[in-house]
């Protein structure tokens, strides 16, 4: 998957104030803020750049308040860094395309993978399955 890169103020033109902060700025929305993701078949994409990230099939109610995954489509798709902001080491997830912060996972997910991938739901797009 080749990079993308665009200037801040492409960014910005592109993006809510709300997923410009997130995903540029390493935001976090608040928990229980978006709600709109179907039961579907579909896929989540990057809201930035569309990549395709993670499958319905993946996805599971963790209580949190944060769309919760337990694997992206693929490996590659995603990166992660160590985030060591609020006095917490956490991983940080981003879409491996443009770098768009996407939210956080941890080891406590449920099988097969035992990850739970914490995305914030303004970072993504779902786009249902075609019939």
């Known amino acids: 998957m080749d990079k993308l890169e665009k200037t801040d103020a492409e960014w910005r033109a592109q993006l ?11 935001g976090t929305e608040r928990a229980g803020s978006n709600d709109h993701f179907p039961k579907d078949a ?26 919760s995954f337990f694997a992206p489509l693929d490996p ?9 902001s609020f006095f917490m080491k956490r991983t940080e997830v981003h879409c491996a395309r443009c770098d768009a912060h996407l939210g956080h996972v941890f080891p406590d997910g449920p099988p097969p993978t035992g990850l739970r991938y914490c995305m914030n739901g303004v ?3 779902f786009e249902p399955e075609a019939d």
Not at 76 to 84: A, F, M, N, Q
Request: with cysteine; net charge neutral.
């Open 16 to 26: 809510s104030d709300l997923a410009y902060k997130v995903t540029r700025k390493h």
């Open 42 to 67: 579909g896929r989540y994409h990057c809201i930035c750049c569309d990549a395709p990230l993670f499958d319905q099939a993946t996805k599971f109610e963790s209580g949190t308040g944060w769309p």
């Open 76 to 84: 590659e798709v995603v990166g992660e860094t160590v985030d060591r």
């Open 123 to 125: 970072a993504l797009r």
